[in-house]
């Protein structure tokens, strides 16, 4: 009998432990996050690429190296395998005419986070846990009180007041808890702690838990499929807490493991808003993990993260794949959305814009050459951020009529 996931063990990230994946588990002992760990062997002997090409669009197709263990677990919206688009417009535009970009915009509650909250629910529900708590910048609250009401569990969100309006409307309209609070993330992540020791909650904050891990690497294993089983020179990802830069990291690893690409890695590009770079920082001082941010502020609020607690996995992704990490200003990030509109049709988030500003810059660097393959990660769709994007442009607009 073959098993619909070949998840074996958890093992410490920083102090390699290893604990039973059978029971629920945040952090390990020391403080760091767990990973889940695969029998490839036995995914290898099962399942071959070609074998997954007749599967369902979306990342359940790749349920072997994910930890949900039965297909009854599954909580599902209709997430993953979303497009790898083609921008010539804007490649020409920048030099970069094999410019790619992998657009999350179209999943459940318009962001990638869908992905993580989709195995994190399910995985949590197969555990037996019945409430999870979790601090956030917005997205990823709404996502998991999308899947948590899917599943039937209640949900405990603790949000910035900065953090944007829909985001909270559809925490509420899911019938999640939310709490607002005065602060930033991290005084977020202060009142979850706070609430999960009160109410027995599980906490299910960025890397707190190993799961919501397994669902976002799968931007990695789809980047890898699309391409015909083979990886592009770059892949340019916008870091908050860092999951989804890790996540696609250890897609790759798992993939090399397995066979089912070869030994070359692109180089991975942590893109970070300028008021708010830790990893920048971090990344130019050549250190392994990073110092709190003072004073975060950044539109592309999904990245305003002041100190992850995956600081040193983002940073060994970089260095082991010859990758760099770079700060753009909110000016060049918000130009830049508005040049992917124009050009490409694509309405993406600030998030994502800061991909194709960082893309500009690392071209007129030299660190891009023309003939690199780079593969652009749009988190989000612009839909989101109605108070951010184009608003000069309406209001621009508005006023000519008016005045015409
Ligand atoms: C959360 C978020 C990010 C950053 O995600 P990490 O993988 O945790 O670094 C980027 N973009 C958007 C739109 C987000 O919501
Ligand atoms: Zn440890």
Known sequence: MTSFSHLSHLECARCATTVDAGVAHGLCDCGAPLLSRYDLDAVRATVSPTDLADRAASLWRYHELLPVSAPESVVSLGEGLTPLLALPRLGTHLGLPRLLMKDEGGLPTGTFKARGAATGVSRAKELGIDAIAMPTNG???????????????????????????????????????????????????????????????????????????????????????????????????????????????????????????????????????????????????????????????????????????????????????????????????????????????????PEGGATVAAARLLREQGWLAESDEVVLLNTGSGLKYPETLAGQDVRDAVRSRTSA
């Open 139 to 349: 997205n990823a609250g709404a996502a998991w009180a999308a899947y948590c009401a899917r599943a039937g569990l209640r949900c405990h969100i603790a949000m910035p007041a900065q953090a944007p309006e829909i985001t909270k409307r559809e925490c509420t309209g899911f019938g999640a808890d939310l709490r607002i609070v005065d602060g930033l993330i991290g005084d977020a992540g202060a009142a979850v702690a706070a609430m999960v020791s009160a109410g027995g909650w599980f906490d299910a904050g960025t890397l707190k838990e190993p799961y919501r891990l397994e669902g976002k690497k799968t931007m990695g294993y789809e980047i890898a499929e699309q391409l015909g089983w083979r990886v592009p020179d770059v892949i340019i990802y916008p870091t908050g807490g860092g999951v989804g830069i890790i996540g696609i990291h250890k897609a790759l690893l798992e993939l090399q493991a397995l066979g089912w690409i070869g030994d070359k890695l692109p180089r991975l590009v942590a893109v970070q808003a300028a008021g708010c770079a830790p990893i920048v920082r971090a990344f130019e001082a050549g250190a392994r993990s990073s110092e709190p941010w003072a004073d975060a502020h950044t539109v592309a609020f999904g990245i305003t993260v002041p100190h992850a607690l995956g600081d040193f996995l983002v940073l060994q992704a970089i260095y082991h794949t010859g990758g760099c990490a770079i700060a753009v200003s909110d000016d060049e990030l918000l130009a830049a959305s508005a040049d992917a509109a124009r050009l490409e049709g694509t309405f993406i988030c």
